[in-house]
């Protein structure tokens, strides 16, 4: 029935049950930012806990916090935002139709991405080395406290919970960035072959919108676990 | 012969364009995967039902002897995991709602209809986690899941019973996810929002709870699986934990997940009580917007199943008094229902019969919802029948009763073809008895105290004579729920055709054919009258009338 008002004939993009691309457009960003807030609630979960557990046993989980790498965890942050610009930079290059542009910037992005991973595994290992990992070999002897018995000491148990909570967290951070490179590595395939066009380049606008969020998560994650009460 | 020459008169439509298993496991039509779920939750709700059966079974006599005790314990665990997760959540909306969204809207298809089979498929690989883990072993802990117990003391497969639930829910997430973009973004040009059929603005209240809700049950399950995998302290209080957060948490998204359960059946009987008292809907923003206040209201009054969990009784007072605000809605609907039917021409044709069993056994429901919301009487009957008796009534009675209601009332035009009336009645007045002979009888028990959850009564024999009309009841139920599946299954090849508006009834679902084509419409429709215009429909005999 769109025939005979279309001038041009319809976009092959276009599927059968909408009646033209702004719909089908409208109808996926409203679906993903649907489902970015399932997500947030997903999140919010273990924010929630996090932040119970943090109040119920301040002392604890202050002293725990000491333990990360402030360092690894900034230059992570750094990664990060930067891949979110150069994600931009790809929803930019792919408005205008520029099919080179937008595969490098997505190639840029998915190195961005393995890198944080990479730092996240080498903080890993560091947690794995200092008998941090919760579970039977677990031990937490923070160094600032010795020769200082003024400190409160530190209950063990709650400092495991931070941990817990820790992995936790950042380890279901760390799997939704998996899923992004993932998705990112797909989207740059079908880039690469001419698949999206100024006209249409919706799933690389989508995939965006989950990276930013996924971006933002570590936004949040980093001064929660990291940065707050470090003032020794 | 005969039935050929039927066949081949009838128009091209979803169910006859294609044949062939693959037609189906790999459609991206609506209606197709509406079926799909259709006879797969059938086949859960007959799982589930017959734990309950082996329940009272086991009830019958106050000795414990059909079972033994961690037998019985699992037998409640599965009915109340494959019941919840695996029928009452996605029923209507997987079902009457994948059906009837598109079509009450004029829409085509729902608005991802590949992401609609996927949920099917996540739906299905839940539902094979919860078999293989009935058949080796089951669960023992009740479907709440209940930590410390469930992460660190039993023995039976939480993990694999947890995944199921897991990635069921993700199956309800999509669901809403879909609903919710369909209603925004594919309506038919006229169709305002005032003019949306009161069962999509209760899909939609239902969406928002399955994409808020869902998620935290999804994430609490991973928290419980991880502290059992490698004993993170998290909710075990030997750990450090707090098995009080595990509750919040579980309790967040379950509240409102009954609301899921009973929203899309409210949203049923707002359509069968106009088209059968051939009146327009009283009060019809007051409908709709209850639905979206029962929504809002459901994600604040979790803690409720928490009051004699050792809360404080400053929040458990806030909680029960945001309880109690749950009662304005569903009253207004109610009322509102009961206004509608004032002065009108009413017919008693099967889905009307069920939406009057809805009527009552909803109210029971929700009555006894407040005595529970109140901490005094709460205190008395928590963990009793009462309490088991108070949430049949509002599942069974009103989940199950607006779903079989919806069904008689869309099979014309799902199949093609009438379900045979009589048997249709006969059933209906089954059902009604069988199950208020099986919950009645709890609320007394409950009541004058015994607990739920135990499988040897013999130190209380003075409880056997309501256990039996309890058991006696819940075989009659069992026989009316067996009915129309028969009947329906017999109709599909022998029942009458049927036309394209049987119930002469408003809504733009009826204006296409019976079956309707793959696309629903030859033409994108134009709205140009508002819901529930009886008014201007002209009275006509109904064919199951004469």
């Given amino acids: 029935m769109s025939h005979s008002s279309a001038a041009t004939a319809p976009n092959p993009a276009l599927r059968h049950h909408f009646a033209e691309m702004e719909q089908q457009k409208n109808a996926a960003s409203l679906g993903m930012w649907l489902f970015l807030v399932t997500e947030i609630m997903f999140f919010g979960g273990m924010f929630c806990a996090y932040l119970i557990y943090r109040l119920q046993h301040f002392n604890d989980f202050a002293a725990a916090s000491q333990s990360l790498s402030i360092k690894l965890g900034a230059t992570n942050t750094a990664v990060l935002i930067t891949s979110s610009l150069t994600v931009v930079l790809a929803v930019h290059a792919a408005r205008h139709g520029k099919r080179k542009l937008l595969v490098l910037y997505l190639l840029a992005t998915i190195v961005l991405g393995c890198t944080f991973l990479g730092v996240k595994a080498v903080e890993y290992t560091d947690k794995f080395k200092e008998h941090h990992v919760p579970g039977p070999s677990f031990n937490f002897a923070p160094e600032y406290m010795q020769g200082h018995p003024e400190q409160s000491p530190v209950d063990m148990r709650h400092a495991e919970m931070f941990f817990s909570l820790y992995f936790v967290m950042t380890g279901m951070h760390a799997l939704h960035m998996i899923i992004g490179v993932g998705l990112f590595s797909g989207l740059t395939w079908l880039a690469w072959k001419g698949r999206y066009t100024k006209d249409y380049y919706t799933p690389i606008e989508m995939a965006g919108l989950y990276w930013h969020f996924v971006d933002v998560v570590w936004i949040y994650l980093f001064p929660l676990l990291y940065l707050i009460s470090r003032h020794r | ?546």
């Fill in chain 2, 1 to 546: 012969m005969s039935t050929t020459a039927i066949a081949v008169a009838e128009h091209e439509n979803y169910l006859n364009k294609e044949y062939g298993i693959k037609s189906w496991l790999l459609t991206t039509d609506h209606k197709r995967i509406a079926l799909l779920y259709l006879m797969s939750i059938t086949f859960f709700f007959f799982i589930g039902g017959f734990f309950a059966l082996l329940i009272r079974l086991e009830l019958l006599t106050p000795a414990g002897d059909l079972v033994q005790a961690d037998t019985y314990n699992k037998l409640f665990t599965m009915h109340g995991m494959v019941m919840v997760f695996f029928f009452l959540i996605p029923v209507v909306p997987a079902t009457l709602g994948n059906f009837l969204v598109p079509m009450m809207i004029g829409a085509k298809d729902l608005a991802f209809p590949r992401i609609n089979l996927l949920s099917w498929y996540l739906y299905m690989i839940g539902g094979v986690l919860i078999m293989h883990c009935m058949l080796t072993g089951g669960v023992d802990t009740g479907w709440t899941f209940y930590t410390p117990y469930s992460t660190a003391f039993t023995n039976t497969k939480i993990i694999e019973a947890g995944l199921a639930a897991f990635v069921a829910g993700f199956s309800s997430i999509f669901t809403g996810l879909n609903f919710i973009v369909t209603v925004h973004r594919m309506r038919a040009p006229g169709m305002t929002w005032s003019r949306l059929p009161l069962f999509i603005w209760s899909q939609y209240a239902t969406s928002i709870i399955m994409i808020l809700g869902t998620p935290v049950i999804a994430i609490t399950i991973v928290l419980v699986a991880a502290e059992r995998l490698f004993h993170l302290g998290i909710f075990d209080p030997k750990l450090g934990g707090d098995p009080l957060l595990f509750q919040h948490l579980f309790w967040f998204y379950s509240h409102p997940a009954v609301y899921i359960m009973i929203l899309p059946s409210m949203g049923i009987i707002s359509e069968i009580i106009p088209c059968f008292s051939r009146k327009r809907i009283f009060g019809y923003k007051f409908v709709a917007l209850s639905s979206i206040g029962i929504a809002v209201l459901g994600f604040l009054v979790w803690a409720h199943h928490m009051f004699v969990a050792g809360m404080s009784v400053y929040a458990a007072l806030v909680f029960s008094f945001l309880s109690f605000l749950v009662a304005i809605p569903s009253a207004i609907k109610i009322f509102n229902w009961t206004a509608t039917m004032y002065k009108g021409s009413i017919s008693y044709q099967t889905p009307m019969l069920y939406a009057f069993g809805f009527l009552g056994l909803f109210t029971i429901g929700g009555l006894t919802g407040l005595f529970l919301a109140s901490l005094g009487i709460d205190v008395h009957v928590t963990d009793t029948y009462f309490v088991v008796a108070h949430f049949h009534y509002i599942m069974v009675g009103g989940v199950l009763m607006g779903y079989l209601g919806g069904m008689h009332f869309w099979w014309p035009k799902i199949s093609g073809r009438m379900y045979p009336e009589g048997w249709g009645r006969l059933a209906a007045l089954i059902v009604f008895i069988g199950f208020n002979l099986t919950f009645f009888p709890q609320f007394i028990l409950g009541y004058l105290g015994m607990p739920r959850r135990y499988w040897d009564y013999s130190h209380m024999p003075e409880f056997q004579i309501l256990n039996v009309l309890s058991t006696a009841g819940s075989t009659i139920l069992g026989v009316g729920y067996l009915l129309p599946m028969v009947y329906f299954l017999w109709s599909m090849r022998y029942g009458k055709l049927a036309p394209d508006n049987p119930w002469n009834a408003a809504g733009l679902e009826w204006k296409t054919s019976s079956p309707p084509t793959t696309y629903n419409f030859d033409e994108t429709p134009v709205v140009d009258f508002e819901a529930y215009d009886y008014e201007h429909i002209p009275d006509r005999e109904v064919p199951g009338e004469s």
